[in-house]
């Protein structure tokens, strides 16, 4: 099983400001099947990123995904009031599909 | 558009069974995989189980072998998890979620979620 780290925690940062949220894999990704889902409370997760750096249908360019192999990033360039919530990246190249445990962006 | 409406969920008590169901519209539902996601409360997401458009092919996480069954009916669009011999641990929003394509691919949609609680 591929076990997926997220980095940090949790990450203060103030609207406009430059997020860096990092992803590291056990072992490496098959073909960069990763993906990143953005989840506000109680509200279902929303797929942001796929094949480690393709926006998703209506995904603002503000996100950028980026990575291969065992290491990946998600950015988010100029936060938004409505960025402030919980990431998961997942990959889904190998049995079992794996999350990683998340990383909480609040507001500084 | 896509939708997926989850229910079948509420209390129920330690060692007894369940039956979700996930409503979906707006696709073409025989052609896509579908899963079921799981999220404790204040926890992280967790894969439950997949199953291929046709149905022929199921895959289950480790911890519900055995114990919970995917399937699907193409024909009412519907798809489905029984779960028997429940645990206190498995108390969870559970999410269907549709497979972008083929296999190996991201949950492009997901349902709203549906609460079990697993309590005496």
């Known amino acids: 099983e591929i076990v997926l780290t997220q980095s940090p925690g949790t990450l203060s940062l103030s609207p406009g400001e430059r997020a860096t949220l990092s992803c590291r894999a056990s072992q490496s990704v098959s073909s960069s099947y990763l993906a990143w889902y953005q989840q506000k409370p109680g509200q279902a997760p929303r797929l942001l990123i796929y094949g480690a750096s393709s926006r998703a249908t209506g995904i603002p360019d503000r996100f950028s995904g980026s990575g291969s192999g065992t290491d990946f990033t998600l950015t988010i360039s100029r936060l938004q009031p409505e960025d402030f919530a919980v990431y998961y990246c997942q990959q889904y190249g190998s049995s079992p599909r794996t999350f990683g445990q998340g990383t909480k962006l609040e507001i500084k | 558009e896509v939708q997926l409406l989850e229910s079948g969920g509420g209390l129920v008590q330690p060692g007894g069974s369940l039956r979700l169901s996930c409503a979906a519209s707006g696709f073409t539902f025989s052609s896509y995989a579908l899963s079921w996601v799981r999220q404790a409360p204040g926890k992280g997401l967790k894969w439950v189980s997949d199953?291929?458009?046709?149905?022929?092919?199921?895959y289950y996480a480790d911890s519900v072998r055995g114990r919970f069954t995917i399937s699907r009916d193409n024909s009412k669009n519907t798809l489905y998890l029984q779960m028997n011999s429940l645990r206190a641990e498995e108390t969870a929003v559970y999410y269907c979620a549709k497979v972008a394509s083929g296999y190996y691919h991201e949950f492009d949609y997901w349902g709203q979620g549906i609460l079990v609680t697993v309590s005496s």
């Open positions: 199953i291929s458009g046709s149905g022929g092919n199921t």
